[in-house]
């Protein structure tokens, strides 16, 4: 990789090291420029400037060793991050509201603050990566750094709307090799500004407006959750016909039009992306006068999906007093996010149903440990195994294919052995197949 002559010699701050952030601080880091990041967390940022990743990301932790403090520190001073950098990536949170809306709690205190030292600057970009409902950047962000540092957009400063398309467990994979860039504003120099940040990737760059840019992401992640909610219902339909849906997305797959991405049926979607992104349209589209019925539906499917795995499980007999064990608690390998994860909803089902649950996941113990304290936890995936009646596949960690299931009862949910090389344990059923 070579550096870019103009790009590099701008300083970079992002603020909110979470998923996002800290992979787009790292990243930029890797790349060449100096970069502060910012967090309101202590313990996160303490972490990060002691190279320990405050998250699992694989390559992470190698990253941080290349580029900490060198090329990159943490903070918790919003004022040196926005005094000692040119452009600003924001990469705050904007989780679901009770009602499905998104919140902006996180996005506005940002920015209120950010204000406050735009006052002090000549020029400054602002880069806003997290999701935000279209209308954000207009009717948020702009007007509220105006108001609070009395500059003019446009003219003293920029903001680019720069949504993230990066997958959690291929995360710093996705950075460097992006299939796009979208970067949406009104203002053409804080465009050109950015073009400039971003002169390393040799993928498409589309450019638009504000709104384009922000309804790109929503589209991007509904579009990716219809996917998957399309190949349950084929699978639910074809597991009653006894058909093997995955043979049945093998063969679809091979159409181009199709492809064979997100087509294995499942427990469903989870993560703090697809749930959260898809209600958050369908809150928006339903209060500007729209009835979003294919995005309901989509939410509904994955809702249920959860429950075609339990009834798999019922069908085997009373569930009070059986030991089941939980093998992966993540929504997807490679990371230790538990943030909407299916498996979560399966544990609090089979709570209710009085089962005597074991639970094991290789990276996301602590975290489940914190919303289920006294539940029975295994140090490893075969200790688990060996002390259940019926194993559940929640999360698809490929090391799970090595364990010996012996004759154990296995339901599978994140079609592990979707493929038919490796072999099945011996008793074994998928949700769909
Ligand atoms: P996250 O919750 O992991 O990280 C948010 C970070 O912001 C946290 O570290 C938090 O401490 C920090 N923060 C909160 N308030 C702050 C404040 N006032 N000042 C400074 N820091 C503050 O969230 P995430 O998963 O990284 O997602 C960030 C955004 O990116 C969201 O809008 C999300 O929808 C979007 N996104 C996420 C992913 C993903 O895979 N996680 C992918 C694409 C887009």
């Known amino acids: 990789m070579g550096y870019n002559t103009k790009g590099d010699k701008m300083k970079l701050s992002v603020i909110g090291l979470g998923y996002v952030g800290l992979i787009q601080a790292a990243g930029m880091a890797k790349l060449g420029y100096d970069v502060i990041g910012l967090d309101i967390d202590k313990k996160k940022v303490s972490d990060i400037n002691k190279k320990l990743p405050p998250i699992y990301e694989k390559g992470l932790k190698e990253l941080l060793d ?58 400054h970009v602002f880069v806003v990566k997290s999701t935000v ?5 207009e009717n948020i962000v702009v007007k509220e750094l105006e108001a609070k540092s009395k500059k003019k957009f446009g003219k003293d400063f920029s903001v680019v709307m720069n949504p993230e398309f990066l997958k959690e467990g291929d995360a710093i994979d996705d950075f460097f090799k992006p299939d796009r860039i979208i970067l949406g504003s009104s203002d053409k120099k804080g465009l050109e500004k950015i073009k400039e940040v971003y002169a390393w990737f040799k993928c498409p760059i589309v450019e638009s407006g504000f709104k384009e840019a922000e309804m790109i992401k929503y589209a991007s992640n509904a579009f990716l959750a219809t996917k998957i909610s399309f190949i349950n219902e084929i699978g639910n339909i074809s597991k009653r016909m006894g058909i093997d849906a995955n043979m049945v997305s093998k063969g679809i797959g091979f159409d181009k039009r199709i492809n064979h991405y997100f087509l294995r049926s499942g427990i469903g979607f989870g993560g703090s992306c697809f749930p959260k992104d898809v209600n958050a349209i369908v809150y928006k589209a339903t209060e500007i006068g729209y009835t979003p019925r294919l995005l309901r539906s989509v939410l509904d499917v994955n809702r249920d999906q959860p429950i075609r795995l339990l009834e798999l499980l019922e069908q085997r007999g009373p569930v009070k007093g059986k030991k089941i064990g939980l093998l992966g608690l993540t929504f997807k390998a490679g990371t230790d996010d538990i943030r909407e994860s299916p498996a979560l909803q399966i544990v609090k089902e089979l709570l209710m149903e009085e089962a005597e649950l074991c639970l094991y996941d290789p990276e996301a113990m602590e975290k489940v440990k914190r919303f289920f304290p006294h539940l029975k ?15 559940l596949i929640l999360t698809e960690w490929p090391q799970f294919r090595n364990l010996d299931y012996g004759d154990k009862q296995v339901i599978d949910g994140k079609n592990l052995f979707y493929d038919t090389t490796i072999k099945r344990p011996k008793n074994y059923e998928g949700v769909c197949w």
């Open 66 to 123: 290349e580029i900490v403090p060198k090329k990159f520190t943490a903070t918790t001073d919003m004022k040196k991050a926005i005094m000692e950098s040119d452009v600003t990536f924001i990469s705050v949170g904007t989780p679901s509201k009770k009602e499905g809306s998104m919140s902006m709690h996180q996005l506005e205190a940002v920015v209120k603050q950010i204000g406050v030292f735009l006052k002090k600057k000549k020029y």
């Open 133 to 137: 409902i279209p209308g954000t950047c």
């Open 377 to 391: 936890y295994a140090k490893t995936g075969q200790e688990l195994v060996n002390k259940s009646d019926v194993v």
